[in-house]
């Protein structure tokens, strides 16, 4: 009963929940009320704080950690499967709607707009994620961190070199994590 | 098969590598399935992207189910999805299993503040590139600002402001010539 249960609350959160990972935030808190024995809204911040640090799409990330919590790997399943599926369901919909209408000026001239505001959408994602790294909570309080700037002008100055614009991204990944490391940052 | 497998494993990378959540990904994408395997190009991401937006679920989901979908039908859909997300929910239940604290430790949260930087760098340097070529009128540089703000800066919601340039550009572009 509890798997239905997971499975109709997070199918729930992945048709609802639009714009990505964070949507389905007010969609868990949402659980956590409807179902005090799942987890506590303190149990959920972890849970967020986890998923946001680890790699893989947050909402899949958190959808995961609450199945798991919920039910182990066979509710982790459950979750992320439900969370998925709408997704999955809407895409090729939208892919026969889309196949119908290519030739209209119309929805050409949306799409021609929505491609810079996408490409700003997406500057503006990796200004939060850059402002939450260099302006960082530290003992209580809100520091400027001095090194974690200088370490981004490096990478961005080497990943602007023409030799070295080709390397694959993994390779800054790993690099990020050495130095991370290195410089306790 | 080989494409199925090529999907599947693309995506697991694009999934394993991906911090910070969908936009973050857009670098990884980018050299997998523009640069190497030549599956879509920057415009068509881009394209993805959007309608991920303004499509329920998870963006990297959606993407990846298109991106699968033109490959090779619903199938290749399927394969591409569960590629992307297998990583994420094998390393969730390894954490959650394991390490209860793992965001305490100290030498584990020193390494993703560096990989965080190092993506920040990524999605610039990837912005950039397409702001170059997606920009290339003042119109457009506008839009991709303006989109910037209201998002960055005035905290509005990317859903709003991604159908609100949808509506605009019908109207603005696809009343005059085509492009």
């Given at each position: 009963m509890t798997y239905l249960l997971l499975a109709y609350e997070f199918f729930k959160a992945g048709l609802f929940a639009?714009?990505?990972?964070?949507?389905?935030l007010p969609y868990l808190m949402e659980m956590s009320q409807n179902h005090?024995?799942?987890?506590?809204l303190d149990e959920l911040m972890n849970m967020i704080a986890v998923s946001e640090s680890t790699p893989g799409p947050l909402g899949v990330n958190m959808a995961s950690y609450v199945g798991f919590h919920v039910g182990g790997v066979l509710g982790a399943a459950v979750a992320t499967f439900s969370l998925v599926l709408p997704s999955y369901l809407t895409v090729l919909i939208v892919i026969r709607i889309l196949n119908r209408f290519r030739t209209s000026r119309i929805v050409n001239g949306g799409m021609e707009a929505l491609r810079p505001a996408v490409t700003g959408l997406i500057a503006a994602a990796g200004f939060s994620v850059f402002w939450s790294s260099i302006y960082r909570e530290v003992a209580g309080n809100m520091q400027f961190q001095w090194i974690a700037f200088l370490l981004f002008l490096c990478f961005f100055t080497t990943m602007q070199l023409k030799p070295l614009r080709?390397?694959?991204p993994l390779v800054y990944i790993a690099a990020g994590a050495v130095l991370g490391i290195v410089l306790q940052l | 098969m080989k494409e199925l497998f090529d999907l599947f494993y693309s995506f697991m990378l694009i999934g394993v590598f991906t911090?910070?959540?969908?936009?973050?990904m857009l670098p990884m994408l980018t050299r997998e399935i523009?640069?190497?395997?030549?599956?879509?190009?920057d415009e068509e991401l881009l394209d993805y992207f959007a309608i991920g937006q303004c499509t329920p679920g998870v963006i990297a989901v959606n993407t990846a189910t298109f991106i699968g979908y033109r490959r090779h039908g619903a199938l290749g859909a399927a394969v591409a999805t569960l590629g992307v997300v297998l990583p994420s929910f094998i390393i969730i239940v390894l954490i959650a299993t394991?390490?209860?604290?793992?965001?305490?430790?100290a030498w584990i949260s020193n390494a993703f503040a560096g990989i965080r930087i190092a993506v920040c760098a990524l999605i610039v340097s990837t912005v950039l590139k397409l702001f170059k070529t997606n920009a290339n009128t003042w119109q457009k540089a506008l839009i991709a600002i303006l989109a910037f703000v209201c998002v960055?800066?005035?905290?509005?919601s990317p859903i709003y402001v991604t159908l609100a340039f949808l509506v605009f550009g019908a109207f603005f572009f696809g009343r005059r010539r085509s492009v």
């Open positions: 639009i714009g990505g990972g964070l949507a389905t005090p024995t799942w987890f506590t080709k390397l694959h | 911090f910070g959540g969908g936009f973050a523009v640069d190497k395997h030549h599956w879509a190009t394991f390490l209860s604290n793992f965001m305490q430790i960055a800066l005035l905290r509005l």
